[in-house]
């Protein structure tokens, strides 16, 4: 959570100034100065109300210039506006490249007064991952603010996609306030039906909070319900999100990796039903663990929702009809873990050196699996090279 806060509160603050000396002198004020290299006006839509024409304009620096966000700085290439019909301001957006099928990278809306009522920022995708009680993916912070200025709530949106349903929604904490006071927050866990909640927290004036939790209605659309104490109990132990990336490590338990390795087997068997089974390799149970003791130090102090753990052997893994051949041989090793039904990548790739053809031979064995309550499910075997 402090993490989390962290993020969403260095991001309220926006201060932007930018100033651009260009051919052409048009200056503009709009949070600052700025000296754009073309303004353009088009049509963005009709007034569904008094069937007005709605425009906006469009400002484009060749040279980038640059927006002021604390410690950070934003390059801008593009900056739309929209106007209302009385032609009052009352959306803003701002591209660091040209705007064609892209998001913002950010985005201001005003109320028919002219004060800014609500502020989008546009996470990438590699910045988008926040750990709070799961790790979860914010494409976009959303702080809404009431006539006088003050927060009235801050949201990360993110997008659920699981067999029940895909819609964008909340994700993590929402914070909402009343005159700049935090009053309430939401944790919102969405996850397949059964496994879905809220955590309801509401703060009084003398610094205590209560908790209630009921189940995602806003994921499901569906009633509120306030979820018994055996019900919160089952749901916060079978949540989706429970299993870690260390879970790999159960593997090293021979009941389990005995199962594992009889997974591999079949499913190389299957596969090479009407091949020659010598044109292909596995792992070993003695990669295997070789493997997994020495990401073991490694696993108990990283988190990642994504994490490869990369380490690389020289162990002679060649189909036996090149076995005698073969020189220089090299493995990598390494994982990709999806904490959502605790599902688990295993990459393997190796290669070796032919003297009599003079040639490098790469490939790679993929393994998919998901752990489930101590056993292997979900098994998958894939290869290329």
Avoid at 167 to 186: A, M, Q, S
Avoid at 287 to 307: F, G, H, P, R, S
Wanted: glycine letters at 4%; aromatic letters at 14%.
């Amino acid at each position: 959570m402090p993490i989390v806060n962290h993020i969403l509160l260095l991001l309220v603050f926006l201060c932007i100034s930018c100033e651009q000396k260009t051919a052409e002198k048009a200056t503009f004020l709009i949070k600052g100065k700025f000296s754009p290299d073309i303004i353009s006006t088009y049509q963005y839509g009709v007034d569904p109300y008094t069937n007005e024409n709605l425009f906006a304009k469009k400002y484009i620096f060749y040279k980038d210039s640059v927006f002021y966000r604390g410690e950070d700085t934003l390059v801008c290439k593009e900056l739309h506006q929209y106007f209302y019909p009385n032609g009052k301001l009352y959306r803003e957006k701002l591209y660091n490249r040209e705007s064609w099928g892209l998001e913002p990278l950010a985005e201001y809306w005003y109320n028919t007064d002219g004060k800014l009522s609500e502020y989008i920022y546009y996470f990438s995708k590699k910045d988008s991952v926040i750990y709070d009680r799961d790790t979860v993916e914010c494409h976009s912070l959303h702080i809404s603010y009431d006539s006088n200025g003050k927060i009235e709530e801050r949201t990360c949106m993110g997008q659920e996609c699981n067999k029940d349903a895909c819609t964008g929604i909340g994700v993590g904490t929402r914070f909402f306030y009343k005159d700049g006071k935090l009053i309430e927050t939401k944790y919102y866990h969405n996850d397949i039906l059964g496994r879905d909640y809220i955590i309801h927290r509401t703060y009084d004036n003398k610094g205590g909070h209560r908790d209630i939790i009921t189940n995602n209605y806003d994921l499901y659309e569906t009633d509120k319900v306030i979820l018994s104490p055996r019900e919160v109990k089952r749901r916060l132990r079978e949540s989706s999100y429970y299993c870690k990336i260390k879970n790999i490590l159960l593997l090293k338990n021979k009941t389990l990796q005995a199962e594992f390795f009889r997974k591999i087997e079949a499913t190389t068997a299957e596969q090479y039903a009407e091949r020659n089974r010598d044109e292909t390799v596995n792992i070993t149970p003695a990669m295997l663990n070789k493997y997994l003791n020495d990401i073991e130090n490694n696993l108990n102090t990283q988190v990642a929702d994504t994490t490869t753990f990369e380490r690389m052997y020289h162990y002679k893994l060649v189909p036996p009809e090149f076995a005698q051949q073969a020189s220089n041989e090299k493995n990598k090793i390494y994982i990709r873990f999806h904490p959502k039904g605790c599902d688990f990548t295993l990459y393997l790739l190796y290669s070796y050196y032919l003297k009599e053809h003079d040639v490098v031979v790469e490939s790679s064995v993929i393994y998919y699996f998901t752990i489930i309550n101590g056993k292997i499910a979900n098994f998958e075997r894939d290869e290329a090279g």
